[in-house]
């Protein structure tokens, strides 16, 4: 059944404020999770549950995405781009995107910023077993204060869906991939700014509209801030999470793992003795000097570490030199902290 679903649209137009100054010069959707852009592990994830066609809908840094991707051939669907000339919130830029799909089924959203181990085949079928108008991923969290919180009934039928809130009724929260028929999609105002979270989806339950939520308990994270992006490369290195991207890099030897680190390139240079701790991603051409210590560090193509330098929980930029005996945590060295 699901085989019925074969479009999708993915979110990545977001500024990515909370991820400065990463992402001054880079758009968060783009930023490595263990040495893959963010993206691409979403879009491998949709080309294996069955996704012949996916459009981008960018806006920050629309013209990063398309010399990477491309048309999509050398990732085994389709792809094409909408950009939007200003910001038109999650619903406007649904309704945007989705006049570039060819096909006329259901239509899969993916949020720019959630990696999830979720299995989308299964959500995709339980769309079509349920009639459903809107099928909302959703899963359990400690806190879901930061987050939309939904009730549902015994059928797993949505009976409502709050935004932020101090004291949540439940601790299910939307976890950001959806299925919108095309009749839903087509229902948005046309370069308006709509959020289907405050406006789209509250209607359709006031309309009686069939919103049924997934609920899959398998690894998710919101890779909202650096700290996110930090524990998302360390859980696939560790393999707390998982992603066909990053299994497929693997095997490529596109990366590789070097002790409890991930490395990318033949070019690294490891001065012994040196310790890389879980977590570290380390990019081409760097160079760790002796005696150093990194743990759970991003460390950019063409960087050097310092010998004596001991770095946890720190980005470093492309390029930059680590003076010796460096002593960072929770650092981004070598970045522009202005715009």
């Known amino acids: 059944m699901s085989k019925q679903i074969t479009s999708a649209i993915l979110l990545v137009g977001g500024m990515g404020t909370r991820m400065q100054p990463l992402t001054y010069s880079t758009p968060k959707p783009m930023l490595k999770v263990a040495g893959i852009p963010f993206t691409e592990h979403q879009i491998v994830k949709a080309r294996e549950a069955g996704i012949t066609e996916i459009v981008l809908a960018t806006s920050f840094?629309?013209?990063?995405?398309?010399?990477?991707?491309?048309?999509?051939?050398?990732?085994?669907?389709?792809?094409?781009?909408?950009?939007?000339?200003?910001?038109?919130?999650?619903?406007?830029a649904i309704r945007n995107a989705a006049s570039?799909?060819?096909?006329?089924?259901?239509?899969?959203?993916?949020?720019?910023?959630?990696?999830?181990s979720h299995n989308?085949?299964?959500?995709?079928?339980?769309?079509?077993?349920?009639?459903?108008?809107?099928?909302?991923?959703?899963?359990?969290?400690?806190?879901?204060?930061?987050?939309?919180?939904?009730?549902?009934?015994?059928e797993n039928r949505i009976s409502s869906f709050n935004e932020k809130m101090e004291n949540?009724?439940?601790?299910?929260?939307?976890?950001?991939?959806?299925?919108?028929?095309?009749?839903?999609?087509?229902?948005?105002?046309?370069?308006?700014v709509v959020s289907v979270e405050r406006e789209t989806f509250p209607t359709l339950l006031e309309n009686g509209g069939r919103v049924f939520g997934f609920v899959d308990s398998n690894y998710w994270l919101d890779i909202g801030n650096p700290g996110a992006?930090?524990?998302?490369?360390?859980?696939?290195?560790?393999?707390?999470?998982?992603?066909?991207?990053?299994?497929?890099?693997?095997?490529?030897?596109?990366?590789?793992?070097r002790d409890f680190?991930?490395?990318?390139?033949?070019?690294?240079?490891?001065?012994?003795?040196?310790?890389?701790?879980?977590?570290?991603?380390?990019?081409?051409?760097?160079?760790?000097?002796s005696q150093s210590t990194l743990t759970r560090c991003i460390i950019g193509e063409g960087a050097v570490i310092g010998e004596k330098a001991v770095l946890i929980n720190t980005f470093v930029a492309p390029g930059f030199s680590v003076p010796a005996a460096t002593?960072?945590?929770?650092?981004?060295?070598?970045?522009?902290?202005?715009?």
């Open 61 to 92: 840094m629309a013209e990063i995405f398309e010399p990477y991707f491309g048309d999509g051939r050398n990732f085994g669907l389709k792809i094409s781009y909408a950009v939007e000339e200003s910001a038109l919130g999650t619903g406007g």
């Open 100 to 116: 570039k799909l060819t096909g006329t089924g259901p239509v899969v959203i993916f949020n720019g910023d959630v990696l999830s």
């Open 229 to 257: 992006l930090l524990k998302a490369t360390s859980d696939l290195i560790s393999g707390v999470a998982t992603s066909s991207a990053f299994t497929a890099a693997l095997r490529d030897g596109r990366v590789y793992r």
């Open 261 to 289: 680190s991930l490395a990318h390139g033949k070019n690294i240079v490891f001065e012994e003795p040196s310790t890389q701790d879980s977590g570290c991603f380390i990019d081409n051409s760097a160079v760790i000097g």
């Open 168 to 192: 949540p009724p439940t601790n299910v929260i939307n976890a950001g991939c959806y299925i919108f028929n095309r009749e839903i999609i087509d229902s948005i105002p046309e370069n308006k």
């Open 327 to 339: 002593l960072a945590e929770n650092a981004f060295l070598g970045f522009s902290l202005n715009k």
């Open 120 to 154: 989308l085949e299964d959500q995709m079928e339980f769309h079509i077993d349920n009639s459903a108008d809107v099928t909302l991923y959703l899963t359990q969290v400690p806190d879901a204060r930061a987050f939309g919180v939904v009730e549902f009934d015994e």
